[in-house]
């Protein structure tokens, strides 16, 4: 259910964790309600650290399905003989160690969701296994000869571009088109800029309740920071941050000096000079002199009279310093 929030985050939604006000966002809410409402696959694209599997989680809650079991399996954190075992149990005695059945995530995931994380890493062996039990929806365990039956809805989440990858034959493309039932794309936080206040704070009061500390606010300068970063870890990497903020600051509001050092090294716009300490008089007064010339195009009278000089003086400047022109 998307609910709208509380006063920190007046004007924004949310489900569950998933917290938004951006138009980008507001479609993505838009297609869990109408994926909740099917029991197609869906396959959540974006970017590592934007929330694939909290979108996941939120499909699964708000559908029928909901009161059975949500069964999250990373693929890309197994190693290729270790997927079918994790994906579909085995029998004892299936291979050296297996000294009992064991069950796996598919049938623990009976009667309700089934979210395979990073799908496309996922070896040809085990894709066309998965595809069959999608198909059949039933499976034998490893090293099995019964076959089990379950009700097991399907989604999946990639960072990966599949259909490249069906094109180089690497990801198949029939296992493709039956997981891509309905497709979620989540951007980037790059892409809703709008929500970084809102996550922020968000998680600024999550760290204050986890670590006891009563941190008010961000300063307008870590704020402008937040914005105006790239991102590239996405959600993830805005939690940590906030993170290492709410602990190491002993003020109530965090400033820049509590963020991470590649947020203090920001780029300087095109119309700003910025000089390092230990810069000569003469190397910046000759800079300086550059950059206005170009600015101006190389209108030495408006330059001059930037500068606060005259034509004259800065035609001494630009002989002395062995500016070119």
Not at 34 to 40: G, K, R, S, V
Not at 116 to 128: A, H, Y
Not at 187 to 216: C, G, M, V, W
Not at 223 to 233: A, C, I, M
């Amino acid at each position: 259910m998307i609910e709208e929030k509380n006063d920190r985050m007046e004007g924004a939604f949310s489900m569950k964790e998933i917290i938004g006000k951006s138009e980008p966002m507001m479609e993505v809410f838009k297609m869990i309600r109408l994926a909740a409402e099917t029991d197609l696959s869906v396959m959540v694209i974006g970017e590592s650290g934007t929330g694939k599997e909290l979108v996941a989680r939120a499909i699964h809650n708000a559908s029928v399905r909901r009161k059975g079991p949500f069964i999250p399996v990373n693929i890309g954190a197994l190693t290729p003989d270790l997927v079918s075992n994790e994906l579909f149990g085995h029998e004892r005695g299936a291979f050296t160690g297996a000294h009992a059945q064991a069950s796996g995530a598919f049938e623990r995931a009976d009667g309700g969701t089934l979210f395979l994380d990073e799908i496309g890493t996922m070896d040809q062996k085990t894709q066309v296994t998965l595809l069959r039990a999608i198909e059949d929806k039933a499976f034998y365990r490893v090293g099995g000869k019964d076959l089990i039956h379950v009700d097991v809805r399907i989604l999946c989440a990639t960072n990966e571009d599949l259909q490249a990858a069906v094109q180089k034959e690497t990801f198949r493309k029939d296992l493709y088109f039956r997981l891509e039932g309905f497709i979620i794309r989540l951007p980037s936080l790059q892409e809703r800029k709008e929500d970084i206040p809102l996550l922020a704070r968000e998680f600024l009061h999550e760290y204050n309740e986890k670590y006891k500390k009563s941190i008010t606010e961000f300063s307008t300068e870590a704020l402008d920071l937040f914005v105006n970063y790239p991102w590239p870890g996405n959600v993830r990497e805005l939690k940590n941050v906030i993170q290492r903020a709410v602990l190491l600051t002993p003020r109530n509001v965090i400033i820049p000096e509590y963020l991470p050092r590649r947020f203090q090294l920001k780029s300087v716009p095109n119309n700003k000079i910025v000089f390092d300490v230990g810069t000569s008089l003469g190397d910046a007064e000759k800079t300086l002199i550059i950059r206005t010339l170009k600015d101006r195009k190389g209108n030495k009278t408006a330059t001059a009279k930037i500068l606060g000089i005259s034509r004259r003086s800065l035609y001494n400047k630009i002989q002395q310093l062995n500016i070119k022109v």
